[in-house]
Nanobody
Framework: QVQLVESGGGLAQPGESLMLSCAASGFTFSVYGMSWARQAPGKGLEWVSGIYNTGVAMNYADSVKGRFTISRDNAKNTLYLQMNSLKPDDTALYYC???????????WGKGTLVTVSS
């Protein structure tokens, strides 16, 4: 069955960096577009970025543009999110999502928590 397992979250100080990973299994990873989304405490889900199966990135949310970079390694079935210059507003539960038909989300992981605080 499809599994998406996020890791790499934790506590960071403002200005620091973290890299999130999403290990995918149960499907042919190289065929599917993928995405990251996040949910801050008390707020709705916010799309962060997406990436085509070829490795070409889609757009980024304005709130992370220039600071976050999405990438993937199809040989390792892994999706990444490099997060630089972290801000307290980046505090959220970060989810890995798979795009199914017509680029609608059909699977997502349980999330990894990122807390940015001094």
């Amino acid at each position: 069955q499809v599994q998406l397992v996020e890791s790499g979250g934790g506590l960071a100080q403002p200005g620091e960096s973290l890299m999130l990973s999403c290990a995918a299994s149960g499907f042919t990873f190289s065929v599917y577009g993928m995405s990251w989304a996040r949910q801050a405490p008390g707020k709705g889900l916010e799309w962060v970025s997406g990436i085509y199966n070829t490795g070409v990135a889609m757009n980024y949310a304005d709130s992370v543009k220039g600071r976050f970079t999405i990438s993937r390694d199809n040989a390792k079935n892994t999706l990444y999110l490099q997060m630089n210059s972290l801000k307290p507003d980046d505090t959220a539960l970060y989810y890995c999502l798979r795009f199914g038909d017509s680029y609608s989300v059909d699977y997502w992981g349980k999330g990894t928590l990122v807390t940015v605080s001094s």
